[in-house]
């Protein structure tokens, strides 16, 4: 199937500092791309949906200035932590759709972020 | 409201033993369902997806899901677990496009041997 690779798989920052987490379709083209936020013994909430070459949609309640997403290719998407503080520790993924596919989304290993 | 329920947070069970793992959801349009399956520091894997048809789906590594309308259930079944089995496996149902996603918040299996 379709690799999807996040890096890094874990980062441990201070607090007020900013952090990029990579998203990429290694063997696929991907128009869009999905960053979930997954807590502790919960389930995956989807963050935002990011649409090559175009904005990224926000769920609600969800700052984006705080989560910064860029998809500038159709095989990269990143997102950004900015001013990262404790409460932003999590494990995050990405997930990407196969352009034209019919259903099957491939994600990422995940990313997990801790901030002191 | 868009949910899926997986009321078995952990779960476990002998090797070679039959395993079945619930989930219901509630969702407003025609659900498209799917089973991943999350194994410790990895991404998510596609074990099976029901769109249409048969409500019994095969998927990988022996497991099968059965399509419940009337329940709105989705329960995942496997006949033997393998040690390997041990993970933690999510529900989650879409719409048409796969826009959005509602993930159950998973049931983490353990496999005795």
């Known amino acids: 199937g379709a690799v999807v690779s996040q890096h890094p798989s874990w980062v441990i920052c201070k607090s007020g500092t900013s952090v990029k987490i990579e998203c990429r379709s290694l063997d696929f083209q991907a128009t869009t791309m999905f960053w979930y936020r997954q807590f502790p013994k919960q389930s995956l909430m989807l963050m935002a949906t990011s649409n090559e070459g175009s904005k990224a949609t926000y769920e609600q309640g969800v700052e984006k200035d705080k989560f910064l997403i860029n998809h500038a290719s159709l095989t990269l998407s990143t997102l950004t932590v900015t001013s990262a503080h404790p409460e932003d520790s999590s494990f995050y993924i990405c997930s990407a759709r196969v352009a034209g596919d019919t259903g099957e989304l491939f994600f990422g290993e995940g990313s997990r972020l801790t901030v002191l | 409201a868009q949910s899926v329920t997986q009321p078995d947070i952990h779960i476990t069970v002998s090797e070679g033993a039959s395993l079945e793992l619930r989930c219901n959801y509630s969702?407003?349009?025609?659900?498209?369902l799917f089973w991943y399956v999350q194994s410790p520091g990895q991404g998510l894997q596609l074990l099976l997806k029901?769109?249409?048809?048969?409500?019994l789906v095969q998927g990988i590594k022996g497991f099968e899901a059965e399509f419940k309308r009337s329940q709105s259930s989705f329960n995942l079944r496997k006949p033997s677990v393998h040690w390997s089995d041990a993970a933690e496996y999510f529900c989650?149902?879409?719409?048409?496009?796969?826009?959005?996603?509602?993930f159950g918040s998973g049931t983490k299996l353990n496999v005795k041997p």
């Open positions: 029901y769109f249409s048809g048969d409500t």
């Open positions: 989650a149902v879409g719409p048409y496009n796969f826009n959005k996603f509602y």
């Open positions: 969702y407003g349009a025609t659900p498209y």
